[in-house]
């Protein structure tokens, strides 16, 4: 049996929510969001999370999915996904997958394993060997206990580095095993589109984007951010536009230095995210909403 749903994608700013509205009303379809900020609670105006009006009109799934300090991941979020598309397609409809995560639509569509959470504690002490010893001398560790993954990785390469030896630590079995354990479950149909807008034009609609999310209120979102007093390496921590801002409320720069940092930043997430797109799917179909329209919605017919 064959699941059925519709995906598009693209990079932050692009619009991709108010096509992915139009196009799920046009429809009568669901939206699952593709997005690793959006799954948590509490992070609204910074992340873009579509509004109570639009999840009134259309259903929305895989919006708040974690309370922090939960750290999700992309197997959690391909697992949960598919549970989703398996009771929409029940239901009779084909919903449609819209965000800027690549990662995450890749687990669900190529069913990667289903590697274990790592030990937060396991984590920080991973880090502190390594800022005193060096990440040479973790990759000599990692190859004792993961020869398979260590030979694929540059001996500098801290962060899968760490990463595999995190999940060897805490699962007791080295991340290459794991790597082999794909998950036995129904193929997705899913044509994947990407909304594109020409570069000058996205580098003004982030501007305006990130000063609209301020005047919306994020720096009060921001500072709730702050007293939860998370480790800096959590994933929200490191989320564009947090995390200048971040800096700004410990007085590390100023709002107008945090605010332009904030910007820069975005519009150079953006363009790695186009980028992945580019190496990562190359049978999407590019273009932009009036183009994609017509043969998105007759993807998310039945």
Known sequence: MHLKAAALMGPTGTGKSVVAMEAAARTGSSIIACDSMQVYSGLDIGT???????????????????????????ARWAREARQV???????????????????YLRALLEQLADI?????????????????????????RL??????TAARLSPNDTQRILRALAVFESSGAPL????????????????LFVLSVERPQLRQRLEARFHAMLAAGWLKEMRWL?????????PAMRAVGYRQLLAHERDECS?????????????????????????????A??????????????????
């Open 226 to 234: 702050a007293s939860l007093e998370l480790p800096d390496r959590h």
């Open 255 to 283: 709002l107008d230095e945090a605010v332009e940092k904030g910007i820069v930043a975005t519009r150079q997430y953006a363009k790695r995210q186009e980028t992945w797109f580019r190496h990562q799917a190359a049978s």
């Open 48 to 74: 873009a999370k579509p509004s109570s009006n639009d999840r009134a009109e259309v259903r929305h799934f895989m919006l708040d999915c974690a309370v922090l300090p939960d750290v999700y991941s992309a």
């Open 176 to 191: 290459s095993e794991w790597a082999r354990k794909r998950p036995a479950a129904a193929k997705i149909d899913c044509p």
């Open 143 to 148: 190859a004792k206990a993961d020869a398979q």
């Open 116 to 140: 274990p959470d790592e030990d937060a504690d396991v984590r920080l002490r991973l880090e502190q060997e390594a800022a005193s010893i060096g990440i040479p001398a973790m990759h000599a």
């Open 85 to 103: 598309i398996e009771a929409e397609n029940a239901r009779g409809e084909v919903p449609l997958i819209t965000g800027g995560t690549g990662l």
């Open 285 to 302: 179909v590019w273009g932009d909403a009036d183009a994609l329209m017509p043969a998105l919605t007759r993807a998310l017919q039945p």
